[in-house]
């Protein structure tokens, strides 16, 4: 059983240009979270979705930022425009979405840089 | 908001001896987990305590809570040069399925 995948590894993108972020749940789970890290820092949730829902995007900037958990594929993080303030590392999660648990298993990071 | 926070912000100690990390939040929570990252990784779970209970066991790992201080703590034992890392507590507020609230971390260095 894979684990969280995350893909690309590393991305480099010139302010202006689009970044998407790719992650595969698990198998077997259908609630993926994102979180961003910036240098020194703890892990800032940023949104989290089921299956073609988002469940709360609270922590998801309202402009650029948007996020998607298709019926088929996986969770795509996509943020417009970047700018050199998005430069960090950008995780997911999944979890099976258990009621009495919630541990969740994050994948490697895509480690986002804006020139 | 952040909800963890960790102490110390950093820790360095000799192979063999213990570790402790402590973890403080804020509001009620369903459970709190400890997670381990190292440099340049994802994160790897470590261990889930639940509200309801006040120490767990998991190998080398010991980690106990404080509901009443709304408090945590981890306590690595006869610490290796491979567990330096960064480890962050996280806090799950509700039951369910709810985004976790992590701290900035704790950055542990062990020194062979």
């Known amino acids: 059983n894979a684990g969280v995948m995350q893909n690309p590894r590393h991305l480099v993108r010139r302010r202006g240009q689009e970044a998407r972020l790719r992650c595969s749940p698990m198998k077997g789970h259908s609630h993926v979270y994102w979180y961003r890290q910036l240098p020194e820092e703890g892990l800032k949730f940023m949104v989290y979705?089921?299956?073609?829902?988002?469940?709360?995007e609270s922590g998801m900037p309202k402009e650029r930022f948007s996020a998607e958990f298709p019926k088929e594929g996986p969770s795509i993080l996509r943020i417009q425009q970047v700018v050199r303030g998005d430069s960090a590392a950008y995780f997911c999660?999944?979890?099976?979405?258990?009621?009495?648990?919630?541990?969740?298993?994050f994948g490697p990071g895509t480690r986002l840089t804006v020139l | 908001s952040q909800q963890g926070e960790e102490d110390p912000q950093a820790l360095s100690i000799q192979e063999g001896e213990n570790a402790t990390m402590n973890c403080s939040y804020k509001?009620?929570?369903?459970?709190l987990q400890w997670y381990r990252q190292n440099s340049g990784r994802g994160l790897v779970h470590l261990i889930l305590?639940?509200?309801?209970?006040r120490e767990k066991h998991s190998g080398r790992l010991r980690v106990t809570l404080d509901t009443s201080k709304k408090s945590s703590s981890l306590l690595i034992t006869a610490s290796r040069a491979a567990d330096t890392a960064s480890y962050f507590c996280a806090t799950d507020p509700n039951s369910g399925n709810t985004p976790l609230v992590f701290g900035k971390g704790t950055r542990l260095s062990v020194i062979a």
């Open positions: 999660a999944s979890s099976p979405g258990l009621a009495w648990t919630n541990t969740q298993y």
């Open positions: 979705l089921q299956k073609e829902n988002i469940i709360d």
């Open positions: 509001t009620s929570i369903n459970n």
């Open positions: 305590i639940r509200s309801n209970e």
